[in-house]
T-cell receptor, first 112, second 113 residues
Framework: DQQVKQNSPSLSVQEGRISILNCDYTNSMFDYFLWYKKYPAEGPTFLISISSIKDKNEDGRFTVFLNKSAKHLSLHIVPSQPGDSAVYFCAASAGANSKLTFGKGITLSVRP | SQTIHQWPATLVQPVGSPLSLECTVEGTSNPNLYWYRQAAGRGLQLLFYSVGIGQISSEVPQNLSASRPQDRQFILSSKKLLLSDSGFYLC????????????FGDGTRLSIL
């Protein structure tokens, strides 16, 4: 049972445009959500997170939106840059337990 | 600042051989430590986590084991590797609880022949 789903395996965007990466979850106990970025042959790097008490968190070019009723979150990158090309993982955790459940990831390609 | 080290970066092992992957964290005390595996075309699967020395929780039944002999050292082992053990193994650490971000090492690419 996949509790965190990233249904699109890939996304291609023109440089300077907005990238929107989507993530859905099924476990209503999840209350903390994170996005990680991963380059080939490297470990994931933490990007941004959001608590369930918020519906938006912004950090520079990155904004995460959370829609609890739809059990959906999204990562917006604007403007997109070629260096943003990587695999992006959505992850979630429940309560005081810091274990993370990850989605399968989405490969973002930003075209110059 | 905190850093996490994993080694080796790549490893090729024959089926049936033993395995030992090591992970150490610097710059923090009593971290939570985690081992993940990323199989080809799949997401990150949590294998083990530890909240303290000698405390190991296993998430999935498998051919692997983990140990935490020191506060900032986490070891992933196997007595006999299977072909299905191939993958990208990642160690991570976090402070406290409540979903604080986990920070990952650069991983070990394990190939079983």
């Amino acid at each position: 049972d996949q509790q965190v789903k990233q249904n699109s395996p890939s996304l291609s965007v023109q440089e300077g445009r907005i990238s929107i990466l989507n993530c859905d979850y099924t476990n209503s106990m999840f209350d903390y959500f994170l996005w990680y970025k991963k380059y080939p042959a490297e470990g994931p790097t933490f990007l941004i997170s959001i608590s369930s008490i918020k519906d938006k968190n912004e950090d520079g070019r990155f904004t995460v939106f959370l829609n609890k009723s739809a059990k959906h979150l999204s990562l917006h990158i604007v403007p997109s840059q070629p260096g943003d090309s990587a695999v992006y993982f959505c992850a979630a955790s429940a309560g005081a337990n810091s274990k993370l459940t990850f989605g399968k990831g989405i490969t973002l390609s930003v075209r110059p | 600042s905190q850093t996490i080290h994993q080694w080796p970066a790549t490893l090729v092992q024959p089926v049936g051989s033993p395995l030992s992957l090591e992970c150490t964290v610097e710059g923090t005390s009593n971290p939570n430590l985690y081992w993940y595996r990323q199989a080809a075309g799949r997401g990150l699967q949590l294998l083990f986590y530890s909240v303290g020395i000698g405390q190991i929780s296993s998430e999935v039944p498998q051919n692997l084991s983990a140990s935490r002999p020191q506060d900032r050292q986490f070891i992933l082992s196997s007595k006999k590797l299977l072909l299905s053990d191939s993958g990208f193994y990642l160690c991570a650490w976090s402070t406290g609880t409540g979903g604080r971000p986990q920070h990952f090492g650069d991983g070990t690419r394990l190939s079983i022949l």
